[in-house]
């Protein structure tokens, strides 16, 4: 790998430890030109699912897109950084545990639903509002009513 600071072509591992979410595994490097040290993240591609958009596009599967989603719906609440991305990665495992391949996008809005209906409320709304189109508040209304019981 390059080296981030002087593009040197040769650096060399120096620590390797696994992932918090055990599908990952961290890499401390050092250049063995300039001395820069930096960090790198290995994890699995899994290129052969794609995602169905609403409006019939077809995308690769993106963990970025869930991860940028849940953090926006969490921005507001106290929570560690490590406790989202154990979130992202329990959505992704669960989605791409599922066998398809082929997801629609509506499947991966439910199940970012479903886990932060059971981690934070505030943030299920948040999320509630942007997933699904309301025509006026009464909508969103009866939606939070319906759901109360499971909140």
């Known amino acids: 790998m390059k080296c981030l600071r002087c593009r040197f072509e040769d650096t060399r591992v120096i620590d390797t430890r696994m992932g918090g979410d055990g599908f990952s595994i ?3 490097r050092v250049c063995n030109h300039c001395g820069f040290r930096f960090s790198t993240m290995e ?3 899994r290129e052969e699912i794609t ?3 609403r409006d019939g596009r077809i995308e690769e599967f993106d963990r970025q897109k869930i991860a940028t989603s849940l953090r926006a719906a969490l921005k507001k609440g106290d929570h560690q950084r490590e406790r989202v991305e ?3 990665d329990g959505v992704v495992v669960q989605l791409l545990n ?3 391949k082929r997801l629609a996008s509506a499947e991966i809005g ?3 639903l479903d886990v932060l209906k059971n981690f934070d409320e ?3 709304l948040r999320y509630l509002t942007v997933y699904q189109s309301f025509a006026n508040l009464d909508d969103l209304k009866n939606q939070i009513l319906k ?3 499971t909140i």
């Open 122 to 124: 505030l943030a299920y």
């Open 98 to 100: 599922g066998g398809k």
């Open 51 to 53: 995602v169905e958009k």
């Open 43 to 45: 994890t699995p591609v």
């Open 86 to 88: 154990a979130l992202v």
């Open 26 to 28: 961290k890499r401390r």
């Open 147 to 149: 759901n109360e019981t």
């Open 110 to 112: 439910m199940v970012v």
